[in-house]
């Protein structure tokens, strides 16, 4: 069940539990990009001051969502001794996370204020928002920056979240309020129902608003729709295999999915993540390894070599159709899928920019390791202790430049609540990063 149309709507509910700070020294605080259209209704109805909260976590080297720190803009850093310590990190590997961070807390930073003075924190109560808490490392992140920054109280506002937020919120906020708590969470996105990526451009125009004295929108075009979402055929050697599409306007690269075993086209863990790709700006394809006849012999589920092949025709596919022919390619693999993708980027007849895997089993994919040069990531729950030792011994093979993220309390299929959020923005990060490097501009 969707609890709210979109992130306005949220906004406006979430206003209505917080109607007691109503005329009391207050700033609202919204964490960039998904949390501004939340925060803006908040302030709106509050008649409070708005603002963005830059924050980057430092997040342990090749365990990112484990943060030893936070840094904030005007210099504002929080370090947790505890975690450097249990962590064993040197200062020079402190310094290097801490430099890559402030280069894109600085470029955020620039980009949505364009030159305008924060809003003072110092001594008022700091109501920090955003669109949901799913794993919360930002959020904490963010409690410790406005604490930091001199606010004299800390609320934690949002839409949705786990269960347990009240109780891991705990000495980070004052206050936690959070409208919704489902026995079942797994990602902020299951309580909207347009949970689309909120843009550069759209944060800029609302925090205008704000400074505006929260005045009307002028009027825009409709959100651009994609030009091709539908299923597909595609011819893979001998056979013809299922797939689906999806092409929003002005992708910066394309991603095919190889699924793991007993899996398909439909799995809702690889959809989810399609839809957070798509979100980005990102093309997708998803498409079935096998037919169905191939299906009945459980042998060919586990023939790498074969469902690699099938990759490899795939790509060649979408080099020969013009709404994708110019676009980088990004593999992302789960569970076997993920070896047969690995062996597929050593192909030496494609050009894959990037590769992520999911749970993957990259020792299915042997000597090929060797061979693998494309960027890689490789996502593995840090309960899934047999597949997280595969991974660790992976990395070692890859030539190429190859991270291991952690993600805490998950299993082989992340299905605990927020885990497969976060194998989302790691995944999407991650093809952002390395497919724009690449790609170039598409034709109209």
């Not at 599409?245 to 989810?272: D, K, Q, T, W």
């Not at 999407?428 to 497919?435: S, T």
Request: hydrophobic residues 45%; charged residues 25%.
């Amino acid at each position: 069940m969707r609890l709210f149309d979109d992130r306005a709507d949220a906004g406006r509910h979430l206003a209505e539990r917080l109607e007691p700070l109503r005329g009391k020294d207050i700033v609202v605080l919204a964490l960039p990009r998904g949390g501004v259209p939340v925060a803006f209704e908040v302030a709106k109805a509050l008649n409070a001051p708005l603002d963005v909260l830059v924050v980057r976590k430092l997040g342990v080297p090749y365990q990112p969502e484990l943060a030893f720190g936070a840094i904030g803009e005007g210099g504002v850093r929080v370090i947790n001794e505890a975690v450097v310590g249990e962590a064993d990190l040197s200062e020079d590997e402190m310094a290097a996370v801490e430099a890559r961070q402030r280069a894109e807390l600085e470029r955020r930073s620039e980009r949505f204020r364009r030159g305008h003075a924060h809003v003072p924190v110092s001594g008022r109560v700091a109501v920090i928002v955003d669109d949901g808490v799913a794993t919360g490392a930002t959020a904490k992140a963010a409690c410790q920056v406005a604490r930091a920054r001199g606010a004299s109280r800390v609320v934690l506002a949002v839409p949705i979240g786990g269960r347990d937020i009240f109780t891991r919120f705990s000495g980070y906020a004052d206050d936690v309020v959070c409208l919704h708590t489902p026995e079942f969470f797994f990602a902020v996105g299951q309580g909207y129902r347009n949970f689309a990526q909120t843009s550069d451009d759209e944060v800029v125009a609302l925090l205008d608003r704000a400074r505006d004295g929260f005045g009307e929108p002028a009027v825009i075009a409709a959100d651009d729709p994609p030009i091709r979402d539908e299923e597909v055929r595609v011819n893979a050697g001998p056979v013809s295999v299922a797939g689906h599409l999806m092409i929003p306007e002005r992708p910066v690269g394309i991603v095919v999915f190889a699924h793991g075993s007993g899996s398909s086209r439909h799995s809702p863990r690889n959809r989810y993540v399609a839809e957070v790709l798509n979100a980005a700006g990102l093309a997708t394809l998803l498409f079935d390894l096998l037919t169905p006849e191939e299906e009945r012999n459980r042998a060919n589920v586990f023939d790498i070599g074969l469902l690699a092949r099938r990759l490899v025709d795939v790509t060649g596919w979408l080099a020969r159709q013009a709404d994708t022919a110019e676009l980088p390619i990004g593999y992302f693999g789960a569970s076997t899928g993920a070896g047969a993708a690995l062996v597929a980027a050593a192909d030496p007849g494609v050009n894959v920019a990037a590769v992520v895997s999911r749970g993957g089993r990259p020792d299915l994919a042997g000597q090929s390791l060797t061979d693998v040069l494309a960027p890689t990531l490789l996502i593995v729950g840090g309960r899934d202790d047999v597949v997280l030792e595969l991974n660790r011994q992976a990395r070692g093979m890859i030539p190429g430049v190859c991270e291991l993220a952690v993600v805490p309390g998950a299993t082989h299929l992340f299905e605990e609540p927020g885990t497969l959020e976060q194998v989302a923005a790691l995944a999407r990060d991650w093809f952002i990063e390395h497919l724009s490097r690449v790609a170039t501009p598409v034709k109209p």
